[in-house]
Every structure is written in C-alpha cells, then in structure tokens.
C-alpha cells in the first residue's frame, strides 16, 4: 500500500505516514504554497531556500509546537497558552466532537464549510458556560468568533482523519513509529438561524464590523470572478519569491524583500505561481421587504451590495427572496476621483456568511438527483395542517372562499384565479426535440371600475410562494422584462431581471393592464415561449418567464360595451388576446337584491364580523344574475391544464370526472 491512503468516501482528506528527518524536503514545497516562509537570516543569495536544513520547513499550519492543527490559517496571533480564544476553540471543539456524527464530513471537506444553527450555539449549556454572551461576541467580534468555530471544527477533523488513518495502517500492517500527517481544507463556519433580523434603513455607520441578519429580494446578480487573496512577488534583485497577501482583494507591492541582506524594492507579480491564491466572488444586490404599514411615503425601498465567495456564489438568482447574514464592511466611493477635494466616502456592503433562500430554490440535478423547481420547505405543523385541510369535504369550496374575503361575490373569478395558482404542468411536443408546451395559465380579468380586480389581483399575488405586482401605467418594457446596466467598478455588463423574469415559476400579476400602450409587443414571447430574448451591447441571451400573467383591465370609455367585441372594448390585438386562456367580463348591472348584500358586507366588515351571507344565497344570487361571464379563447390546450390545476388543489395525481365537470362549467358559464 502506498504513503497516501483514501478515507470515507471520494476525497476523504490525505494523509501520509511521515518520520521526522525522513521525507521532509517532500513536504517543503506543500507549505510552501500555503505562504509559510521559512526563517532565511542565517542563508543569503538566490538559493537560499533550497540550503535550509528540513527541520525549519515544518513552521507550518501543522506546527508540532501548537496543540491546534491549522492555527496559522485562521488566526493571525502567534499561538499562546494564555491565548484569550482558547476556551472559545476548546467550547467550540466539545460542542462539533457531541455532533460529529450528525455531519457528513465528506461534503464539509468537499465544500470547504459547515452549517452551524445559531439556536443551537445559545442553547448549548458548555458554550454558555465557557463564553459570557455567545450573542453579543458574535455580533461584536464575528471574524474572531467565525474564525474559533472554524478552527475548532478543524481540529475536529483532523482528529478524525488521524484516527481513521491510524486504523488503516493497523489494518495493512504498516508501521505505526512514524507521525501520521494529515490534510484538512480551510472550513468555513456558517451561521444560519441568527437573530433578530436587522431592518436595512438601520444598518448605518454604528453597524460597521457588526454581525448583521438581512432579509430581501435579489435583483441583480454579477458574473462569478476569481478573487485574489494572495499574491506571489519575485523580488528583482535576489530572484526571491515571497507570498504577500491582499486584505479584501485590493491589490498592494510589497514594500521590502524578505532576505535581510537584499535591498530590493522592485517586484514582478507572479499570477500563475501556486504561491498565488484565489477564491470564487460574486456580488449581488438585494432589496428590502416591506409591509403595507412599514412602508414610507416619497421614498423608494432600498438596496444594498452583498459579497459572496467560496461556495456561497450562485446560492440565488434574481427574483429569490433571501436572508444574508454576514459582516457589514466599507469601500471606498471615491476610487479613481480625479478630483482630490473630494470628501472621504465609503459605501456600506455586507460580506456574506451565509445565504438562506426561502423562495424560488433550486437544487442541482446533479446534486440532489431530481429536476430543478421551486423547493419550499414546511415545518411539521404545517403539514399537519395541509392534511387537514385536504380532509375537508368540499376542498375547492374552501379554498375559493380563502381567496380574498374582502371582496364580495364572483366565485368564477375566484375560482379561475385559484387554478391559475395551481397551474398545470410542462409537457413537450416532440420528445426527440424536446419542444416545451406551456404549462402555466394566463387570466384576463375585465370589467367596469369598483368590482375589485385590483384587490383580488393583489390577494393572488400576497398568496402566490413568488408573486409580483406591478401597474401598467407606470411600466416600462425594461421594467417587464430586462435591463442591462454597467458596473461601475469592474465595466462589466449585469442584468438587471424585471417583473416577468422575477416571476419565474410564480405569478405576475399586471394591473391597468389597457393603459400600458407599446408594452404589450413585450409580452407575447413571454406569455408562449416562457422566455425572454436580450440582444443588447453585444449581449445575446435567453431568461426563463416561466410565469402565470394574471391581467386586470378597464374597457375603453369606462364601461363595457356589449355591443363590440372584447379586442374592440381593450383595444388590444387578437394576438395577445390568444394568449390568454381565461377571460372574466364583470359588468356592473342594476340589481336591488345584490346590491343589498353588498351593502349588507361591507358593513359587516367595518364591524369585524364574519360570514354575514350565506352560501345558499350566494349560489342564488349567481345563478340569477350574469354579472359576470367567461370568453374561452383556447379550447383544447388550456382545457386538459385547467384539470390538472384542479386535480393539484386537493393534493391528487389523477383528475376525476367531477374535476371535469368544475372545469366546464367555468368555461361555459354565461
């Protein structure tokens, strides 16, 4: 059997039996390029290196000297007994030891970090012991604190490794008078689960270096770039090669040689030399969420750039709702000012710890074995609650009835928009081509002012797990679909998704849908192919839109006209009105009875109470009137979707012939 053994799995770190004296020059080189010089005072000229004796190669991360493997990786100190970090490394390091076995140490050295629960951290009795407030040191100090959590679950793997290590050499028979040595990857603790969330107007210059928790929706996400940490420099006089490293990317020279006798103050960067260390970056903007009452009047939400690296890069896309925490940091705003008056300017970012995406996640299909959709995750009560809910005896009732309560009657409308919801599924034409079908539904909801399509637009798209609401009057076609902008700090161009692409496998739901004039060309690919193309400055791409359009109009002169035909009264063309499947008409009619009901409701709401009507009476009342009705523009296609949406929303894979009878009695409603 060879020096090198495998562990667990695939990759299971490296190790090698290794005797002190013996084999050492094989292992130079590997610390080497770890930027762990050796001591060069008593050697001089351009060979230095190579004179030194083995015995001074080994100041390395696995010094023999410190008891904690990898100190040099995470901590900049010079190890003490008296190091103020060591109870937190030793609480740290019991609390991994308790949870090993409820890790998988392959993906943890695959993926260079561990996920770590912050409700577990405050609730464990020895940390709580050994550390005064884990909360207010993580807060305070996170970089201090990130970097013992990583080092302590370090040193837990690396007992682990020289423990398997051990036995496989008693296995094979192998000599054991030898020091087995071990490679771990730098680990990354991740924290999730932190509190409290931290509102975005607050974070400010008080919040610098603090640990913060943001939540948001990503709406632009940079191209992923290699991140230089450290550089390798060639000394021009001595022909030394040295590895300087570079704080927060930014590039520097170094400012002396580091032979003593040299003088040298010129230095060639040497990118390809393994001396060199990159990382994988990515930088995304995030937008703040608000509620109806947290919003302020006059101002727009506000946003804020987050850095990711390692394996946190391509965690989102735009359109996901997240929650980031990590460090708040400042840049310079003023690089590259000409003008030397300016005033010292920093922007507020967040270095990013960890990313927690709520809605729209993707899991790989290489990773996770099952095709890539919307990925939500329920606790156990609310799938307690689901299969309660599925036992009811007139599910569909129940869940018409759900959606928008506020708005009185036009059960059809409700109905339609409640499958909608649901949706139906992909399907290809040609399995040899593979030629997508739309499986998602588009709804046209038309009628005179004051029946509430805006309020029941709003409540699909509060419901929907990824909903937008926008306002045609006020819509651009970049705002629907795409913009491309440039950075201004690297050149490149980013795009920025609009509401349809910040949609994808969710619901758009489009207001003033008549007002919005030469918007409307923007659509068509949109609604058919469920993507938008982007030709601009040299770009060509292709975005997913895989969303259901939801649409409320106003007719043209305020109320419906009976006498023209539904193009007539939008002034829309016939070809995007082909791409809506269902088209509700709500006309306004004089009736005493329901207007009595109406007036009857919106009293009982003003009053706080509940249920004030009776089924029976709305199910009269519908049956009497034709206050609304329904224009099938598709038949066939749309019919088969509509009965899968109905067979979806009582949680069955197979539809029935009462689903059936549901769904033409929505279509041939008049």
């Not at 450290?230 to 000394?235: I, N, P, Q, S």
């Not at 260390?277 to 750039?305: C, H, N």
């Not at 106003?554 to 063309?573: F, Q």
């Amino acid at each position: 059997m060879s020096g090198e053994y495998r562990g667990r799995g695939f990759g299971r770190g490296r190790f090698q039996s290794w005797k002190r004296g013996r084999g050492g020059g094989s292992f130079s080189g590997k610390w080497r390029e770890r930027g762990h010089r050796p001591d060069l005072s008593k050697t001089t000229g351009k060979h230095a290196s190579e004179q030194t004796s083995p015995s001074l190669l080994i100041q390395s991360t696995l010094d023999q000297s410190i008891p904690y493997k990898g100190w040099k990786l995470y901590l900049s100190e010079v190890y003490s007994d008296r190091s103020p970090f060591i109870e937190k490394i030793q609480a740290f390091e019991n609390f991994f030891t308790r949870r090993i076995d409820l890790y998988d140490k392959d993906e943890i050295e695959r993926k260079g970090s561990i996920l770590v629960d912050f409700k577990e951290l405050t609730e464990d009795n020895e940390i709580a012991k050994l550390t005064s407030n884990i909360t207010n040191e993580l807060r305070d100090a996170p970089e201090k604190t990130l970097a013992c959590m990583g080092l302590a679950i370090h040193q837990v793997l690396t007992k682990d490794l020289e423990k398997h290590a051990a036995e496989l050499q008693a296995q094979e028979g192998l000599s054991r008078d030898g020091e087995t040595m071990v490679h771990v990857p730098h680990i990354h603790a991740r924290i999730y689960n932190y509190e409290p969330l931290t509102q975005l107007k607050n974070v400010r210059a008080n919040y610098y270096g603090k640990y913060v928790a943001l939540r948001g929706t990503v709406v632009r996400v940079s191209n992923i770039k290699p991140l230089c940490t450290k550089m390798a420099f060639l000394c021009a006089a001595c022909g030394e090669v040295q590895s300087f490293s570079l704080p927060d990317g930014k590039y520097n020279l170094p400012t002396k040689c580091p032979v003593p006798v040299c003088r040298g103050k010129s230095f060639t960067a040497l990118p390809s030399s393994p001396l060199t260390v990159t990382m994988d970056w990515q930088s995304i903007k995030i937008q703040e969420l608000m509620s109806d009452d947290q919003r302020e009047a006059g101002r727009i939400p506000r946003t804020i750039e987050c850095e990711l690296v390692h394996d946190l890069v391509d965690s989102c896309v735009p359109g996901d709702t997240v929650t980031i925490t990590g460090v708040v940091k400042v840049s310079n705003a003023e690089e590259g000012s000409r003008n030397k008056n300016d005033k010292c300017m920093f922007l507020l970012y967040i270095e990013a710890n960890s990313v927690s995406n709520s809605k729209g996640q993707k899991p790989k299909a290489s990773e996770e074995g099952c095709k890539p959709g919307t990925l939500l995750e329920f606790s156990l009560k609310d799938l307690y609650a689901i299969q309660e809910i599925q036992a009811e005896e007139n599910l569909f009732k129940l869940i018409v009835n759900s959606l928008c309560p506020v708005i009185f009657g036009h059960e059809l409308v409700k109905a339609g928009l409640a499958l909608a919801l649901f949706g139906g599924s992909q399907k290809y034409a040609d399995d040899k081509n593979r030629i997508p079908i739309r499986g998602d539904p588009h709804v046209l909801v038309v009628g005179d002012p004051g029946l509430g399509k805006s309020q029941m637009l709003q409540a699909v798209c509060n419901v929907a797990p990824r909903g937008v609401y926008v306002c045609g009057n006020t819509t651009t076609t970049s705002g629907l679909t795409v913009t491309l902008s440039k950075d201004s700090s690297s050149g490149d161009f980013a795009l920025e998704a609009g509401a349809l692409v910040l949609g994808d496998q969710g619901i758009c739901g489009i207001d003033e849908f008549d007002k919005m004039g030469n918007q409307h060309q923007a659509l068509l690919e949109a609604m058919e192919q469920q993507s938008i193309s982007l030709a601009k400055a040299g770009m060509v791409c292709s975005l997913p839109a895989r969303t259901s359009i939801i649409a409320a109009a106003n007719p043209v002169g305020g109320h419906y006209n009976k006498a023209k035909t539904v193009s007539e009264n939008l002034k829309m063309g016939s070809a995007l009105l082909s791409r809506f499947d269902l088209v509700f008409i709500l006309l306004d009619t004089p009736n005493e009875d329901h207007d009595h009901l109406l007036s009857e409701h919106v009293i009982a709401i003003r009053a706080g109470k509940q249920r004030t009507v009776s089924s029976a009476t709305v199910a009269r009342l519908n049956s009497q009137d034709s206050n609304t009705s329904v224009l099938e523009v598709v038949s066939e296609k749309p019919l088969s979707e509509r009965l899968k949406a109905r067979a979806r929303l009582e949680l069955r894979e197979q539809a029935t012939k009462e689903d059936a009878e549901d769904i033409v009695e929505i279509m041939k409603y008049r």
